[in-house]
């Protein structure tokens, strides 16, 4: 079992940046991938960035490609996304992830252990 925590949400204006954490525990030597996923109300869970824990490649959705930067502590088993130039659509709870093995990393059912969530408000 792997442990999901995230921190660092919170109300923003438009423009501004904030830092999303992760802290993951438990049986983390099998994690092949974390990510960073967020749902606005009524909307479907959808992909932000990932990254490979070992060999550290990336990935972003088109929305956020360099706007947002996903990076990780191996040895601190923290995953962080630093998000600049929010826009109020960025508007969500975001999610942190985690998945064992495989090959994708953008979608839902590709994670195995999923953080609570917290929320980010960006306002206009």
């Known amino acids: 079992q792997v442990q999901l925590v995230e921190s660092g949400g919170g109300l923003v204006q438009a423009g501004g940046s904030l830092r999303l954490s992760c802290a993951a525990s438990g049986r983390t030597f099998n994690m092949y991938a974390l990510g960073w996923f967020r749902q606005a109300p009524g909307k479907e869970r959808e992909f932000v960035a990932a990254i490979r824990w070992i060999a550290g490649r990336t990935y972003y959705a088109d929305s956020v490609k360099g706007r947002f930067t996903i990076s990780r502590d191996n040895a601190l088993n923290t995953l962080h996304l630093q998000m600049n130039s929010l826009k109020p659509e960025d508007t969500a709870v975001y999610y942190c992830?985690?998945?064992?093995?495989?090959?994708?990393?953008?979608?839902?059912?590709?994670?195995?252990?999923w953080g609570q969530g917290t929320q980010v408000t960006v306002s206009s």
């Open positions: 992830a985690a998945k064992r093995g495989g090959v994708g990393v953008t979608s839902t059912g590709e994670y195995d252990y």
